[in-house]
């Protein structure tokens, strides 16, 4: 059974990091690009970031230059480290294959950015 599992969110203050993870079935993460997604209060969940299996990497333009997107195969896990945050990233972030080929959604890890 496929499962995604994210972790490493929480409560900063703007300016603040954060690193989340999410762990993968090795069925999927192996031979798909990997992606994050987040999804704010009243909004349709959005593309953050990707990284492809060999590492190239591909960012919104909201969170180019602040965030970065890192994969380690061999622990089949996608990280998103998140640089000088900012109160309009406040949202659940998942991550998933990009496109969506349809797997389950994991429960995602809630972010959220004070002022």
């Known amino acids: 059974q496929v499962q995604l599992v994210e972790s490493g969110g929480g409560l900063v203050q703007a300016g603040g990091s954060l690193r989340l993870s999410c762990a993968a079935s090795?069925?999927?993460?192996?031979?798909?690009?990997m992606a994050w997604y987040r999804q704010a209060p009243g909004k349709q969940r959005e593309l953050v970031a990707r990284?492809?299996?060999?590492?190239?990497?591909n960012y919104a333009v909201s969170v180019k230059g602040r965030f970065t997107i890192s994969r380690d195969n061999a622990k089949n896990t996608v990280y998103l480290q998140m640089n000088y945050l900012k109160p309009e990233d406040t949202a659940v972030y998942y991550c998933?294959?990009?496109?969506?080929?349809?797997?389950?959604w994991g429960q995602g890890t809630q972010v959220t950015v004070s002022l």
């Open positions: 990284i492809s299996t060999g590492g190239s990497t």
């Open positions: 998933n294959t990009w496109p969506d080929w349809g797997y389950s």
């Open positions: 090795g069925s999927i993460f192996n031979r798909n690009v």
